[in-house]
Structure formats: structure tokens, C-alpha cells
């Protein structure tokens, strides 16, 4: 069921940027575009959602493409404490709520 | 603020045996979600509930089920215990409507010798 691709891994350097692409060509209309991240045995952690416009918080940005079949995650500036799997959800009107296969992001000092 | 609590925290069970794993979420909460995650695997969707309804359900095993009671906490019974059991649970909340995020539990560590 899961509705998004992601690179299996991606690398970043500290204080970088980092981008984490999203494919999700069948996304619906009224599909949002959820992103969350999961350290080594904790539950995953909320980080950013949009549905059209692009989207800023503390933690990222949310770039969606115009015509939302992609999306990209940012982490203006990657910390050790960013390291960790990267998922990006698309949650529908029931509620449906699929993990897929996150990009595992590693940083280096 | 009040997080979502999952108890216990750890759990120990021999084959064929049963366990129950307990969600409490954020108040005013009303849609709860299981997930399982198998060591290096992504979370597996299980089954959710919305408004004490089972809202959908997943790749949950006939020998599980789970409910959620009228204070919206939820139960996730295991039976017939299997090797292949072993594995995070987590327990996730939302509140009303499906444009929110969801907060995750801290998980419940499920071992089956």
C-alpha cells in the first residue's frame, strides 16, 4: 500500500543543507504529504506536512511540486542529531496511514 | 504536554503464550493507529481506530486483535505467541480529521522465546 518512493540512503556533511526527494505520482487531490524520521528503537517523530503550498517549521521546509507528484524534504543545515531513517507518508481522507521503505540518512562530521 | 503512552514497555513471552500491549493517547484524541516494527524493517501498518470503530486494518495476523474502549485508550491482543512476534510495537494517536500529524508512542518491545 505504500504510495511513496524514496532513495534507500542518502549522505550529507554537517552543517549542510540536505534535500530528500519523494515520488508519489498517484497522489490524490486531497492526499497530504507527511514526513517523519525514526532514531535506532524510538518511535517515529513528526517533522513537517503540507498539501499544496510549501511549507516552513523549525525543524524543515516542505518543497511540493506543482503538480505534487514529488515533494522534497530540506534540513537547512544537517546535524549529527539529524541522522536517522527519513519517511515520507501520504495520509488520505480514511485515515490511511502507510509506512514505505524511508531513506536512511547518515551525516558526517 | 502529555505524550502518548504505550505500557508495557518491554514484555517477555514464551511461545503459544498471549500478551497485551496497552495505548493511551493524547487526550482528545480520537484515532489510534498500531504499527509493528521487525528488527531493520520499516513500521508495518496493523489496524486503527476512529471514534472506538475500527477505522482500517492491515497486515494484522488472525491471532491478534485490538479495540479501543470508550476512554479511547486501545488494547492489542497477541495469541498464540510466535518467534516471529518479536518486534516493536507502536501505538500512535491523532485528533480528529485527517490533515494533522500523528504522534507516535515510545514503543512496546515484544520478545517471544
Known amino acids: 500500500d505504500a504510495k511513496t518512493t524514496q532513495p534507500n540512503s542518502m549522505e550529507s556533511n554537517e552543517e549542510e543543507p540536505v534535500h530528500l526527494p519523494c515520488n508519489h505520482s498517484?497522489?490524490?487531490?486531497?492526499?497530504?504529504i507527511h514526513w517523519y524520521r525514526q532514531l535506532p528503537s524510538q518511535g517515529p517523530e513528526y517533522v513537517i506536512h503540507?498539501?499544496?503550498s510549501n511549507v516552513n517549521n523549525r525543524m524543515a521546509s516542505l518543497a511540493i511540486a506543482e503538480d505534487r507528484k514529488s515533494s522534497t524534504l530540506i534540513l537547512h543545515r544537517a546535524t549529527l542529531r539529524d541522522a536517522a531513517v527519513y519517511y515520507c507518508?501520504?495520509?488520505?481522507?480514511?485515515?490511511?496511514?502507510?509506512f514505505g521503505s524511508g531513506t536512511k540518512l547518515n551525516v558526517k562530521p | 504536554a502529555a505524550g502518548v503512552i504505550q505500557s508495557p514497555r518491554h514484555l517477555i513471552k514464551e511461545k503459544r503464550e498471549t500478551a497485551t500491549l496497552k495505548c493511551y493517547p493524547i487526550?482528545?484524541?480520537?484515532?489510534v493507529y498500531w504499527y509493528q516494527q521487525g528488527p531493520g524493517q520499516d513500521p508495518q501498518f496493523l489496524i486503527s481506530?476512529?471514534?472506538?470503530?475500527?477505522?482500517d486494518k492491515g497486515s494484522i495476523p488472525d491471532r491478534f486483535s485490538a479495540q479501543q474502549f470508550s476512554d479511547y485508550h486501545s488494547e492489542l491482543n497477541m495469541s498464540s505467541l510466535e518467534l516471529g512476534d518479536s518486534a516493536l510495537y507502536f501505538c500512535?494517536?491523532?485528533?480528529?480529521?485527517?490533515?494533522?500529524?500523528?504522534?507516535f508512542g515510545e514503543g512496546s518491545r515484544l520478545t517471544v522465546l
Open positions: 500512535a494517536s491523532s485528533p480528529q480529521g485527517y490533515n494533522g500529524e500523528l504522534f
Open positions: 498517484t497522489i490524490s487531490g486531497t492526499d497530504y
Open positions: 503540507g498539501l499544496t
Open positions: 507518508i501520504l495520509r488520505d481522507t480514511f485515515n490511511k496511514f502507510y
Open positions: 487526550p482528545r484524541h480520537d484515532t
Open positions: 481506530f476512529y471514534e472506538k470503530m475500527q477505522s
